[in-house]
């Protein structure tokens, strides 16, 4: 079996190395899939979170509504204090995103409304608020916790406009010709395992 993979994955290899995509190809990419190129209004985020509810992430994990509130209390207080963001979110969150020092990356506004993110939390980010800077406690539910967790979000960045990316944008050519070169490598595997088996 081994031998016989081992086989495979060379043949495989040899032509994988052949594929070759051209600018026409890219270019025909782009015009058929001008909507996947799109940079959406919407904020990088990092966030912490405290769960009323029993989930046992953490040590000090809150078990009760006021224990989550002197916790996120206690949390908030340290950060104006100057703490550091993502090491207070590794020490304190009772998320998974705790192990990326809270980052929860890119979402389009249209993402945050699906979210149950609050109105006045939404027009914080893209209002006044300036990247560095965080929110003050806030409690919602969302589809994932519909008994309500307690959150505060650090504003990594934010894009007010939703705009249309090129062909001369970053990093888009690229990415058109690493996905067609996927798209032949695999059906070019399949065809080769045919083949050799």
Same mark, same amino acid.
């Given at each position: ?17 052949? @594929? ?10 782009? #015009? ?22 029993? %989930? ?7 078990? %009760? ?13 340290? $950060? ?6 993502? #090491? ?33 939390? @939404? ?11 965080? #929110? %003050? ?17 650090? $504003? ?7 705009? %249309? $990316? ?10 058109? #010709? ?14 080769? $395992?045919?083949?050799?088996?």
């Amino acid at each position: 079996e081994a031998k016989k993979d081992l086989a495979i994955k060379k043949l495989q290899d040899k032509y994988a190395g052949k @594929i070759t995509v051209s600018d026409r190809e890219v270019e025909d990419y782009y #015009t058929a899939n001008k909507q996947q190129f799109v940079n959406a209004r919407g904020v990088a985020l990092a966030m912490i979170a405290v769960d009323p509810a029993d %989930n046992g992430l953490k040590d000090d994990d809150a078990k %009760n509504d006021t224990d989550a509130k002197v916790k996120i209390d206690n949390i908030y207080q340290q $950060l104006k204090s100057g703490a550091d963001f993502a #090491t207070v979110a590794r020490a304190k969150s009772e998320d998974q995103s705790l192990q990326r020092g809270g980052d929860i990356g890119f979402a389009a506004e249209e993402e945050l409304k699906q979210t149950g993110f609050p109105p006045e939390v @939404i027009t914080q980010l893209f209002g006044p608020m300036q990247a560095g800077s965080f #929110t %003050n406690p806030v409690r919602f539910s969302s589809p994932q916790f519909p008994g309500g967790r307690w959150y505060i979000f650090k $504003l990594q960045e934010k894009r007010l406009q939703t705009e %249309n $990316l090129t062909l001369e944008s970053q990093g888009v050519r690229q990415q058109i #010709t690493v996905a067609l070169t996927n798209q032949r490598k695999e059906i070019l595997n399949a065809a080769l $395992l045919e083949v050799a088996q």
